[in-house]
């Protein structure tokens, strides 16, 4: 608990006689006060027969030994002070000078005690108006006004303001750039609680502004002086502020509408097709590599948001939907298609050394959070099974290359939960459709000839872990 100041504070209240009633209205002040704590001077209590009022006054207002003067406003103070006349004309010509050479500008407050009935505006003397008051003058903002005015001669405000902070160093760093896709998801967070229905119209504003957004990445003019792999590093940490929008945008959409596919599917034939607008150039294969590199991400971005917020019907959508780019003149493919081969990171890790088994999973192992890493691998590894057992997915070498999978914690492997869940009878029967074979006996069969085989072919893990890591052909289905 902290320890509370025993200072007793004192101040004096200026006012006028202007009705019995408000004397007593002074007087309750002047009491409340004192129970508080604060030591209270009123002319009824502390003048005495035979002394000078005047000089009284004067040294109230300049007596050191007063913290505060609170000067109570109703239409009599203010009549008398803006005239000069009575006591209060008096003790008006006492405090001006001494109000307005107060440098601190907090020993002397007005409190406000009563308003004009019919046009609502305070009694303030012209001497003070420029002062900012304490309002008194209605029950209904008395209480927590009273406090305020507590505060103020206790000099303990309910507001404080926080310690500084150290010098952003980020303000010396090389500048980030910033996308209007942020403003966007900022908008989003603010309204998904209170307005979720438009959530589903920011979402398309989203896809048109990270379009558009893709020009502060790309890649102008390639810089002669510069390896290509060195300029591909360059975009593809550009592209991190845009890629995490995009995972906070989808993620807030996927918690208010999880059928709609099309938004998706045409995200990505748009985002294709952008890649492949570019005529080739002499920096064509860089700003190409940095797109294979970022479409394969925000795919396996998508997949983990969409079975994060548990719709699994939507994830079998996209796994089912056809794709039609221009790259392959708008002949129906499937997302395999989302999963090429980046070169350029091979080219680095060749060119310095690095000795990586994959520099590509390297760099996305860095653009995530440890949880949220252990998601992208096993999202890959459920792609990689789904276009090995899926009999849409056409073709012996038309697989989605998990290029995460060596991260995989093979000493104590966690099952993939999707994949888990097919021991589940109803669930099978329910969600099937992500695998494509809705019959229990054919299902076994593929899930035994997904077996771990051959992945990097250079040092280190080199096998793909085999499905029976999360499902056995003969637990399909086992339970009810």
């Not at 006060?33 to 207002?61: H, R, T």
């Not at 209060?88 to 307005?100: A, C, D, F, N, R």
């Not at 303001?161 to 010396?172: E, H, M, R, S, Y």
């Not at 459709?433 to 593929?446: R, Y």
């Amino acid at each position: 608990m902290k320890k509370v100041d025993k200072e007793i504070k004192k101040v004096f209240i200026s006012y006028s006689w202007t009705t019995e009633e408000h004397k007593r209205w002074v007087r309750e002040l002047a009491e409340n006060l004192l129970a508080n704590g604060v030591d209270v001077v009123l002319d009824v209590w502390n003048l005495k027969p035979g002394q000078e009022k005047y000089a009284f006054m004067e040294s109230m207002v300049t007596s050191k030994e007063i913290d505060k003067v609170l000067i109570i406003c109703d239409r009599g103070y203010k009549e008398k002070a803006d005239d000069r006349t009575g006591g209060v004309g008096t003790e008006t010509q006492i405090l001006t000078p001494k109000i307005y050479g107060d440098v601190s500008q907090e020993k002397f407050i007005p409190i406000v005690s009563e308003r004009n009935e019919e046009t609502n505006e305070e009694y303030v003397p012209t001497f003070i108006e420029s002062r900012v008051y304490i309002d008194l003058s209605s029950p209904s903002i008395f209480d927590e006004n009273y406090e305020q005015l507590l505060r103020t001669i206790y000099e303990a405000p309910s507001l404080t303001k926080p310690k500084i902070g150290a010098t952003p160093t980020w303000l010396f760093e090389e500048p980030l750039e910033h996308f209007s896709t942020s403003r966007i998801v900022t908008q989003m967070e603010k309204i998904i609680d209170v307005h979720p229905d438009r959530i589903k119209y920011l979402i398309l504003q989203f896809k048109d502004e990270f379009l558009n957004g893709l020009n502060k990445i790309e890649l102008q003019e390639l810089d002669g002086e510069k390896p290509n792999d060195d300029v591909l590093m360059m975009m593809i940490d550009k592209s991190l502020l845009l890629k995490n929008d995009y995972a906070k945008a989808i993620g807030y959409y996927l918690q208010v509408e999880n059928q709609n596919v099309d938004i998706f599917v045409e995200f990505f034939e748009e985002l294709v097709d952008h890649i492949y607008s570019f005529e080739k150039g002499g920096y064509y294969q860089t700003q190409f590599d940095q797109y294979k590199f970022l479409v394969h991400e925000l795919f396996v971005v998508t997949m983990m948001t969409i079975l994060k917020y548990g719709h699994i019907n939507l994830f079998s959508k996209l796994i089912n939907h056809d794709y039609f780019f221009r790259k392959n003149r708008n002949q129906a493919t499937d997302f395999v298609d989302f999963r090429e081969y980046v070169q350029i990171l091979d080219d680095r890790n060749t060119r310095l050394g690095l000795n990586k088994v994959s520099l590509h999973a390297d760099i996305l192992k860095n653009r995530y959070s440890e949880r949220e890493f252990e998601e992208f691998i096993d999202v890959e590894l459920l792609l990689y099974y789904i276009s090995k057992v899926h009999p849409n997915i056409k073709g012996d070498y038309n697989l989605w290359f998990p290029a995460t999978y060596l991260y995989k914690d093979m000493f104590n492997p966690k099952p993939i939960k999707l994949l888990n869940k097919l021991k589940s009878k109803s669930f099978f029967e329910e969600n099937w459709s992500f695998l494509g074979i809705n019959d229990k006996a054919k299902l076994q069969d593929e899930i035994r000839k997904c077996k771990g085989e051959t992945g990097y072919t250079g040092g280190g893990r080199r096998i793909i872990p085999g499905i029976d890591m999360s499902i056995k052909a003969d637990e399909l289905c086992s339970r009810p």
